[in-house]
Nanobody, 125 residues
């Protein structure tokens, strides 16, 4: 059974940093895309960042470019999201997602097959 577990969320002041981790178990995902999505209060889930299987391709939402960095360690079956210069509008539940098939790095939720339970990130002003 596939399980994705996020960690690293919390409360931080504006301008601060957090590092999210997503540990996968149940199968190896070193040949498929992984991504982070977030869901702000009262809004739909939105794409934050995605990364190809080798880590050489990374894609970001315009709202986080230059502030967030996605990475992965295939040996550990783990993905990370380094978040710097956090803003109050970054407040959301952050979810990690893994694609079960090889190929592209989707930017919509329907492109992913496995999801974590989410971790809360709150940025105070």
């Amino acid at each position: 059974q596939v399980q994705l577990v996020e960690s690293g969320g919390g409360l931080v002041q504006a301008g601060g940093s957090l590092r999210l981790s997503c540990a996968a178990s149940g199968r190896t995902f070193n040949s498929t895309a992984m991504a982070w999505f977030r869901q702000p209060p009262g809004k739909e889930r939105e794409f934050v960042a995605g990364i190809g299987w080798s880590g050489s391709r990374a894609y970001y939402a315009d709202s986080v470019k230059g502030r967030f960095t996605i990475s992965r360690d295939n040996a550990k079956n783990t993905m990370y999201l380094q978040m710097n210069s956090l803003k109050p509008e970054d407040t959301a539940v952050y979810y990690c997602a893994v694609r079960g098939r090889n190929g592209i790095v989707p930017t919509t939720p329907r492109g992913y097959d496995y999801w974590g339970q989410g971790t809360q990130v709150t940025v105070s002003s």
